[in-house]
């Protein structure tokens, strides 16, 4: 079984990885509603945007 870090680096693989920014940061975004999607997006240096309208909750990806 995948965990997101690979999913997330296999599709950032497949688009070429993204530049970065001056600051290291990709050039990339994650969108996800669990706190392993913001850690998949906080390990590969991509930025993170957290939702509420899947199956986590905003205490979880405040955790994350």
């Known amino acids: 079984m995948l965990h997101k870090k690979e999913i997330l680096e296999k599709a950032l693989t497949l688009c070429g990885n993204p530049l970065t920014d001056e600051n290291g940061r990709r050039l990339a975004f994650m969108v996800g509603d669990r706190k392993y999607d913001v850690e998949a997006a906080n390990e590969l240096g991509c930025i993170s945007i957290g939702v ?4 986590g909750t905003e205490a979880e990806l405040k955790e994350a």
Do not use: E, I, P, S
């Open 52 to 55: 509420t309208y899947g199956y």
